[in-house]
């Protein structure tokens, strides 16, 4: 599936849910309209490991823009060590991503992956950008028939 493909069926799952959780009244529709940059990126992270995709350059743009959106979210954040915790967001990736290198359908197309991802979205946002940011990246995973907790291990 290309990167248009994966993140219409991630929107529209999300969509889903989020119709689900405002009706439980655990979010509304406004929050899920802010989550759809987190979304995208759910929807495009599991293909961070192809160079050449259209994937990983849209996801290195995304990691950018949320890294100084969180930082400078007010002059407070910024001057108390936002733009510190922005250079490591983009420092930890930008190692991951083109110093180890990981391997096509590899650890990224985990649900070990999907579960860090939320969890690092969780800590830096909210529970409720976490789980569209989970159902996100899940929504590749099935797209690509590529299901299961752990990468393979390969023997020599």
């Known amino acids: ?3 248009r493909g994966h993140v219409l069926f991630a ?3 999300t969509f889903v849910s989020a119709l689900a959780c405002q009706t439980l009244h655990l979010s509304t529709l406004w929050e899920y309209l802010w989550a759809i940059p987190i979304i995208v990126f759910g929807a495009l992270f599991p293909d961070i490991d192809i160079e050449t995709s259209k994937a ?8 950018i823009v949320v890294a100084l959106a969180y ?3 007010t002059p407070a954040a910024f001057l108390n060590g936002g733009w510190r915790f922005a250079l490591e967001i983009l420092g930890a990736y930008f ?3 083109y110093i180890f290198k990981p391997s096509h359908r590899g650890i990224t197309h985990t649900l070990f ?3 860090v991802f939320s969890a690092f979205v969780y800590l830096v946002f909210n529970l409720s950008y ?8 899940i929504s590749h995973l099935i797209a690509d028939s590529h299901l299961r907790f752990l990468p393979k291990i390969r023997r020599k």
Do not use: D, E
């Open 1 to 3: 599936m290309n990167w």
């Open 11 to 13: 929107l529209l799952l």
């Open 56 to 63: 990983q350059r849209i996801v290195n743009f995304l990691v």
């Open 71 to 73: 930082s400078f979210t």
């Open 95 to 97: 190692i991951v991503v």
């Open 113 to 115: 992956s999907a579960f």
């Open 130 to 137: 976490a789980c569209y940011g989970l159902i996100a990246y």
